[in-house]
């Protein structure tokens, strides 16, 4: 299995421009979850799919994020209009939930880095 | 509440030194743990796991972790440290019955030559 794949590795914009990333969980697994890393802040939970319904977008920082997951297979994280402050790491992270005491194991995605001018 | 504090923000081994990186946890319920390993520019890759089988844990490139229960604590050990062994560690507590992790503040590990 290839893994978690995000797009694009890099992307630096100006503010006030939109983003849009991607990411392809790995196949059969049913949770999908969308993270930030920052300095400041460590890794923050943004978003969490289960069998492509949002669960829990408390994290979502304003409006000016959304998230979208259409298929099993694909998901998008969208700013709009992004500012400097939106500047981190995001990550993408899927696993398999199956309803038990057991967590299962996240997997995750490369990352993207966001530089916003 | 449930909470996993990393109690070193860095730490620095010498190359072939026994490498030791603590976490503590707090959870209501067994709790499933979870090491990860960020390199540089690099996504979190998993070492170990522990789901209430044995309490010690085998992981990847050597490393090892105990769960002790009365001590509610989950530290990551290695042997012997490798210059490739350098960058950050994250403890993670996975809430039982839930979809919910909480990551701790990481260690990153310096290996010194």
């Known amino acids: 299995d290839a893994g978690v794949i995000q797009s694009p590795r890099h992307e630096v914009t100006e503010m006030g421009q939109e983003v849009t990333l991607r990411c392809k969980p790995i196949?059969?697994?049913?949770?999908l979850f969308w993270y930030r890393q920052t300095m400041m802040r460590g890794l923050e939970l943004l978003i969490y799919f289960n069998n492509n319904v949002p669960i829990d977008d408390s994290g979502m920082p304003e409006d000016r994020f959304s998230a979208k997951m259409p298929n099993a297979s694909f998901s998008t994280l969208k700013i709009q209009p992004s500012e400097p402050r939106d500047s981190a790491v995001y990550f993408c992270a899927s696993s398999l939930w199956v309803g038990g005491q057991v967590q299962e194991t996240q997997y995750f995605g490369p990352g993207t880095r966001l530089l916003v001018l | 509440a449930q909470s996993v504090t990393q109690l070193d923000s860095h730490v620095s081994v010498s190359e072939g030194t026994p490498v030791l990186l603590r976490c503590n946890y707090s959870s209501s319920y067994s709790p499933s743990l979870f090491w990860y390993v960020q390199h540089p520019n690099k996504g979190l890759q998993l070492l170990l796991k522990?789901?209430?089988?044995?309490?010690l844990v085998k992981g990847i490139n050597g490393f090892e972790a105990e769960f002790k229960k009365s001590e509610t604590s989950f530290h990551l050990t290695k042997p012997s440290a490798h210059m490739s062994d350098a960058a950050e560690y994250f403890c993670v507590v996975g809430l039982s019955g839930t979809y919910k992790y909480i990551f701790g503040t990481g260690t990153r590990l310096k290996v010194l030559a």
């Open positions: 522990y789901t209430s089988a044995a309490t």
């Open positions: 196949s059969g697994h049913n949770s």
